[in-house]
């Protein structure tokens, strides 16, 4: 089997398995005071900072959550009290669904947002607090967040970023971005499910928990934390780095290059991309079609985002970005890190056939 659906789940890395089964074979409850306790909490902490020096931000700024989507909806209920909400019209349904009377930031056709479009919507009311992803999930599309963070800035508002694709993939500073929150996600970048962080700024430190508690992560964020997943999350972003990019990036294009041979389209190829990620387009048949024709053939990919998996809908990525019928039509390529040339020779074999035989079917 070749698995290509990395933006799903990446495969664990061996150093978070290792830190993962570690941790889970020590006793000890991170709040009690004897020892065991104590070296439980050396763990959490020693994680924590890890985190923080992967990724540029601060160990106090550091609140572990349950993945991605918790740190989402976390920051757009908290930062967001109060303020308007302006939520990208590409962003992920963990952040769609928990802003669902945002105003939109349109995008080009390239999936990049409109900056021009977001000073226009800073200006037209009182402070807000604005929803930009750094990378998509479907396309790869890089956003341009430090820049609309000093916009945010300028006018006031919050700026809270999805970076749960981009973290292990990119270069990523969080300070460096000026953003007021960031959102983490351990097995998006090769640790186990079940953990993630939510990243703050030092104007954000103290907002009121979500999931209150016993006082856990300073009062922030209720429930005892699982260690053996925070473990990993932590081994995996120490593990994770641009040496991966590097090694994917040619793997993708000759992902893309087999594909357009075949008649796809590359949506999103205009903008900065992740390495890892391709959207391809094959105009006149059906995204789900082709994911379980190369599933037939032992090629795993996806349509769309994991989380919308199964159900039979256009892309509101794609969609946003002005693809017409190709938002049906789009299949999801996302190499893991474990990605080698001969994958990329077997997804070009399997493709050519699924191609061959489907837009004949559609024609």
Known sequence: MIYLDANATEPVRPAALAAAAEAMGAVGNPASVHAAGRAARRRLEAAREAVAACFGATAAGVVFTSGGTEADA??????GRGRRLIVGATEHDAVRAAAPEAAILPVDAQGVADLAALRGLLAAGPPALVCLMLANNETGTLQPVAEAARLCRAAGARLHVDAVQAAGRIRLDFAALGADSLALSSHKLGGPAGAGALLLGPDAAQIAPLIAGGGQERGRRGGTPPLPAIAGFAAAAQEAGMADAARLAPLRDAVEQAAVACGALVLGAGAPRLPN???LALPGVRAETQVIALDLLGVQVSAGAACSSGKVARSHVLAAMGAGDLAGEAIRVSLPWTATAADVD??????????????????
């Open 74 to 79: 976390w920051a757009v209920a908290a930062l």
């Open 277 to 279: 990620t391709t959207c």
């Open 346 to 363: 077997g997804f070009a074999e399997a493709y050519r056939q699924v191609a061959a035989r489907l837009s004949r079917a559609a024609a």
